[in-house]
């Protein structure tokens, strides 16, 4: 192996060291009450491990910040704010809020990630789950603005569970913040963001309904049916004053997708109905004329046969 081949295999591997996601804090270590058990995984800002409490049998998951500085701070803060508020079952339940060396942390119940469903009957079930906390979290007047597959896990008993609110807004407000260097960012992830979350602009529940519009793309694996294709169409308009106004106006969409086709249906077998029930009165009629002509013929030879 010459000197080339050596420094390219060293840079390589310095590479994928770098892409490497550790966790600051190490197995055993102890926050407030909790012991670490392993590191779950984290994103830009922050880090989630499996913890155990010190003195109960209780493990939860342990959210903490990356860094000291504000923007990671106010977004661990806004999430145990709402969490905290109890504001949706389908939404992780709170435990405690802290802080350790300087960074903010939440506890919050353990949960698990799941593949996406494959059958309609368990994407239905998944929406709703999903739009349940949605619903809710508007009704509180915030707009998650991150709705991806990533942000749902799950309980042991199947229920799907919205998670990961530091980047809720307040709803009218920008998803745009400012870094401490200066520099713009806009919150939310590439290919779910609508259009106008994008541009740095105020959002509405419509940024989360273009999201769940995306997402339920995604359960079909961007093979939807006739019917769900319609919705999701309506759901992702780049005009937000075309998508559906409510998460309830959304739902109600997709549990009566079916309604113009069943009903229909029931118009096709209500025709059948009645028209065997017509036929089979007519030739129930007709058998009764049958039967009278049988009967003056019979009387008429018998009156003759006495005649004679």
């Not at 368990?122 to 979290?137: E, F, N, Q, T, W």
């Not at 508007?138 to 799950?154: E, M, S, T």
Request: net charge neutral; aromatic share 8%; charged share 25%.
């Amino acid at each position: 192996m010459d000197s080339d081949e050596i420094n390219g295999l060293l840079e390589f591997l310095s590479t994928e060291k770098n892409n490497v996601d550790f966790g600051s804090l190490q197995d055993g270590e102890i926050v407030g009450n909790w012991r670490v058990l392993a590191y779950l995984g984290g994103g830009g800002s922050a880090e989630v491990y499996r913890v155990m409490h010190m003195h109960v049998n209780l493990k939860c998951a342990l959210k903490i910040a990356r860094t000291v500085d504000m923007c990671a701070k106010r977004r661990i803060l806004q999430e145990a704010e709402i969490l905290a508020g109890g504001i949706a079952e389908m939404m992780p339940r709170f435990y405690e809020f802290g802080e350790y060396d300087g960074r903010p942390y939440i506890v919050m119940e353990l949960l698990e990630p799941k593949d996406l469903p494959v059958r309609e009957v368990g994407i239905v079930r998944l929406l709703r789950d999903i739009c349940s906390a949605l619903k809710h979290l508007h009704a509180a007047g915030f707009v998650h603005g991150d709705i991806k597959p990533a942000n749902v896990l799950y309980r042991k008993t199947g229920e799907a569970v919205l998670c990961d609110f530091g980047t809720a807004r307040p709803i009218d407000s920008s998803c745009a913040s400012v870094t401490k260097e200066g520099k713009i960012v806009v919150e939310g992830t590439l290919g779910y963001a609508a259009p106008e979350q994008l541009a740095g602009l105020d959002l509405g529940a419509g940024a989360d309904i273009h999201a769940l519009g995306v997402f339920i793309d995604a359960c079909f694996r961007g093979r939807p049916n006739r019917k769900w294709t319609a919705i999701i169409q309506r759901a992702t308009s780049s005009l937000p004053n075309r998508r559906y106004k409510t998460i309830d106006a959304l739902m109600c969409a997709i549990k009566w997708r079916y309604a113009k086709s069943i009903c229909l249906l029931l118009c096709i077998v209500v025709s059948l109905i009645i028209g065997l029930t017509f036929r089979q009165i007519r030739h129930t009629d007709e058998m009764s004329g049958l039967k009278s002509k049988v009967r003056i013929n019979m009387s008429e030879n018998l009156s003759e046969w006495i005649s004679r």
